[in-house]
């Protein structure tokens, strides 16, 4: 894979600069690249891309991704307004929550498409007198993920109705005169590819049960490559075997489905990155470690320290020595962690990085995903670092 690192060294200095440290740096280019790579994929089988905006809800990245074509996946009610404020549609958003919106009434007159994820969404939605188009998302049993966390399905998840309560929908679509036209799966995030092959046809099992579905939603979770050992998934070859599955359910069904996706992380995740400056290094002695403090943490990039998550950290200078380092964040707490054990906060494990000196620059690749989103602001008072972008 190519380096997430997609600034220079020339460049990190001039934005720090001007800027200051640390700073969310997101590459404009490739941002509008990945994204038409994305809709050239989909266009093979009539696929609807809906970018996941809780990846990254900066106004500039919604705009881009409206401007080509994508539609929007809001996971509250308030990424819905931030994306109806700067101007995009409601009928391009989907709205599927874990907390009921507040003026679900108001949402669905709106035109933004819903999809209830519990039993007791669907009968607010039948509270309001609502007899529109519907969508439900659905457990189906099975789950997924880089790590226990970031799977989104099976007996230990929260998110849609189980499967088992099939039945009880339609009970549920009687009664209320509503039509369940979009059915939502979504098992996880960040798992092994060959996984799609399997979870479409699991999706398409589900949607026989539901004959007035229309729309198929498989839901995000595309991997990236963060690290040089991980591997990507191929979107073309993913969407190319979705459409097999849909045409061979269209032959046994006469039912013709609209294929959606909701990939966040695979657009945005490498075109962002983390430039901090070394603030500290500090030893524990033969034995021990040698740790490089950073000027940003777990208050501006949860990530590593949530989920032992793995990203290409690079020292940004001409040293022609390396050194294993832990790499920590400025915060007040044990766990502040960038360079943690893959999928395990618990423990550490030092990277072999240029020898670095107090106020070198260091970047942190494939932060443009779930970083300023995720950020835990105001923690031990710090500032949030700022965002900008660059044409690279």
């Known amino acids: 894979m190519a380096s997430t690192i997609f600034t220079s060294r020339k460049l990190a200095a001039k934005l720090a600069a001007k800027y200051g440290t640390p700073i969310y740096v997101y590459n404009l280019r490739g941002l509008e690249a990945r994204a038409k790579q994305l809709l050239e994929a989909c266009s093979i089988a009539g696929c609807l891309p809906r970018y996941a905006i809780k990846a990254n809800p900066h106004e500039r990245i919604l705009k881009l991704f409206a401007r080509l074509g994508l539609g929007f996946d809001a996971s509250s009610e308030y990424e819905g307004e931030l994306a109806v404020s700067i101007g995009i ?3 391009k958003i989907n709205l599927s929550s874990q ?3 507040k003026d679900l009434e108001k949402i669905l007159q709106s035109r933004v498409e819903f ?3 519990s039993l007791h969404q669907l009968e607010l939605v039948a509270q309001t007198g609502w007899q529109g188009n519907i969508g ?3 457990n189906p049993g099975i789950g997924a993920g880089g790590t226990n966390r970031t799977a989104t399905g099976g007996v230990s998840a929260s998110f849609g109705i189980w499967h088992e309560y099939i039945p009880k929908i339609l009970r549920w679509q009687k009664r209320s005169g509503c039509q369940i036209v979009r059915l939502h799966i979504h098992i996880g995030s960040g798992y092994d590819p ?6 479409i046809n699991t999706a398409l099992s589900l ?3 539901l004959p007035s579905v229309t729309i198929l939603n498989m839901g995000g979770g595309f991997k990236v490559a963060r690290m040089p050992d991980e591997t990507e998934a191929g979107m073309a070859k993913i969407i190319r075997s979705f459409n097999i599955a849909l045409k061979d359910f269209r032959r046994r069904t006469d039912r013709d489905l609209r294929l959606e996706i909701e990939p966040g992380t695979w657009l945005v995740a490498n075109n962002g990155l983390i430039l901090s400056r070394v603030v500290d290094i500090v030893d524990t002695g033969k034995n021990g470690f040698q740790f490089i403090k950073l000027d940003t943490g777990m208050n501006d990039f949860l990530r590593p320290a949530m989920y032992g998550a793995q990203h290409e950290i690079e020292v940004l200078n001409q040293a022609t020595s390396k050194k294993h380092y832990v790499v920590v964040g400025h915060n007040c707490e044990s766990g502040d962690i960038l360079t943690p054990e893959p999928g395990n906060p618990e ?3 030092p990277r072999l990085l240029n020898m670095a000196g107090i106020g070198d620059l260091v970047a942190i690749g494939g932060a443009g995903a779930y970083g300023a989103s995720m950020r835990v602001a105001g923690y031990n008072s710090f500032p949030s ?3 900008v972008f660059v044409d690279e």
């Open 89 to 91: 549609a409601p009928q």
């Open 99 to 101: 907390q009921p919106p």
């Open 115 to 117: 999809t209830a994820t």
């Open 136 to 138: 439900v998302r659905i």
């Open 194 to 199: 060959k996984i799609w092959h399997s979870s």
């Open 207 to 209: 949607v026989e049960q």
């Open 347 to 349: 423990l550490i494990r």
């Open 385 to 387: 670092a700022a965002e």
